[in-house]
């Protein structure tokens, strides 16, 4: 049976399920199909005129350098239509590299091919300089992916803590043993006329059928995300840049790619320089380019080596994520919660979105407040909190057995929340996830 028939034999099997108040359904707001969302194309339209930037000095003009921009509301202008869950799928939006990565043989070159697949979605963003929209607490975002080998990829995120804020990810491709999870912290400061989001989170990525023969377990790739810094907020004319160093890890081979931000004098925008060096502490391979252009690589082993060609991202086409009809999602889920806010940018009515953001936000927190006076600690439904050890701090609650048995791993999958068309919630989804597991671990210690 194949991954998609499967998938929607799930679907319709699922019981269904009422959500409570937190994940009720309401009736779609627009006719507008969600694939034509971005049409108006108002997230590569720079709004920061002078009556934007006398709104951003008055609020900065409150602030120190170094001083923490997470609390800070943000005037929507500057806003993309996309929350932050859905924005990570950028840097999914290759998968034939990935799978191409996963078939290679040579050790050395699957490494470069995984770079190759994490550095192809960077330049994928807003022309305009927008941040996406920050995520409440308990906002979750699934997406599936039909690919061009028949095969089929799973992505669910969420929102596991608001202050800081963190989100946490899971991606698969079950029928290629291939598996992503990840976390993004994003710590933003005022830097004078720039503004910083400091990117503290992991990507981690395992080749399940791969076995590394130095740790004997499966291969796995841990990946670090650069800086992001929005220049000119206060004068002058607003930029995006990407700065300081990614660094990508195996237990053979490590890459430091610095990304490098444009000095006051001299230097490129959007420059990239790394070195891939083995576990001994020899350079195999040189990266340079810019990483929203072209990037090259040269191999360092030889000294007739000539620059080839990386990464284009000119001639490679991103895949974009599917997601299920808005009449399908719950009121938490990225795309329904935001949406009066998202329709209200795509016409660029500033006021009504502000508003509407407003009382999404003003709802979370009373909510919060809600919880300290009835002493109630809020859990996340998706994902697990970890203990130290770890090389994240959050993972998907649900186990997912590994091997040849794809129609189990993709029942797993789609059993921790609803992501195909057709799906509808189960009771035991409102459940967090901390019990949800142990509740697993204990039918799993029993079937053994």
């Known amino acids: 049976m194949s991954a998609q028939k499967l998938a929607s034999g799930v679907a319709g099997k699922m019981s269904s399920y009422n959500p409570t108040s937190a994940e009720s359904k309401t009736s779609i707001h627009s006719k507008v199909p969600e694939e034509d969302m971005e049409a108006a194309n108002t997230d590569d339209i720079d709004e920061n005129d002078e009556s934007g930037q006398n709104i951003l000095l008055n609020i900065i003009s409150q602030l120190r350098p170094g001083s ?16 932050m869950l859905e924005r990570v799928t950028n840097q999914l939006q290759f998968p034939s590299i990935l799978l191409d990565a996963h078939a290679e043989k040579d050790q050395l070159q ?3 091919k995984v770079i190759k697949w994490y550095m192809a979605g960077w330049h994928i963003a ?3 300089v927008k941040k996406p929209l920050n ?3 308990g906002e979750y975002f699934t997406a599936y992916w039909d690919l061009p080998n028949k095969q089929q990829a799973f992505y669910i995120a969420e929102q596991t803590s608001h202050h800081p804020p963190e989100s946490a990810y899971f991606y698969m491709i079950p029928e290629s043993n291939i598996r992503v999870d990840g976390v993004v912290i994003p710590k933003s400061k005022f830097l004078g006329n720039s503004s910083a989001a400091m990117m503290e989170g992991k990507t981690v990525l395992t080749f399940l059928d791969i076995i590394d023969l130095k740790t004997n377990k499966p291969e796995k790739y841990t990946l670090t995300q650069p800086n992001m810094y929005a220049r000119g907020i206060l004068f002058g004319k607003m ?10 890890k195996s237990s053979h081979y490590e890459a430091d790619i610095d990304f490098k931000t444009k000095g006051f004098i001299s230097g490129t925008y959007d420059a990239i320089h790394g070195t891939v060096k083995d576990d001994k502490g020899n350079e195999c391979y040189d990266i340079t380019g810019k990483w929203n252009d072209v990037m090259y690589y040269k191999d360092l082993r030889s000294k007739s080596a000539k620059k080839e060609v990386l990464f284009d991202t000119h001639n490679d086409h991103p895949l974009r994520p599917k997601v299920r009809p808005l009449s399908e999602q719950g009121q938490y889920e990225s795309r329904k919660l935001w949406k009066k806010v998202t329709d209200a940018l795509a016409v660029r009515d500033h006021k009504v979105a502000t508003d509407e953001k407003f009382q999404i936000e003003d709802s979370q927190r009373q909510l919060a407040k809600k919880r300290v006076e009835d002493g109630v600690e809020w859990y996340p439904k998706l994902f697990r909190k970890v203990g130290p050890g770890h090389d994240l701090d959050y993972y ?3 186990h997912v057995p590994t091997g040849n048995n794809y129609e189990d791993q993709i029942r797993s999958i789609l059993e921790i929340a609803p992501i195909i068309p057709g799906q509808q919630f189960t009771e035991k989804f409102a459940i967090p996830a901390y019990e949800k597991h142990e509740i697993q671990q204990k039918e799993l210690s029993g079937a053994n």
Not at 69 to 74: A, D, M, Y
Not at 239 to 248: K, V
Request: aromatic letters at 10%; proline letters at 8%.
């Open 126 to 128: 807003p022309k305009a």
């Open 68 to 83: 923490d921009l997470s609390r800070i509301t943000l005037p929507t202008f500057i806003l993309e239509k996309k929350s």
């Open 239 to 248: 930029r995006f840049e990407l700065g300081d160093h990614m660094i990508i």
């Open 135 to 137: 995520p409440i607490l």
């Open 396 to 398: 998907i609650y649900k």
């Open 110 to 112: 699957r490494f470069m």
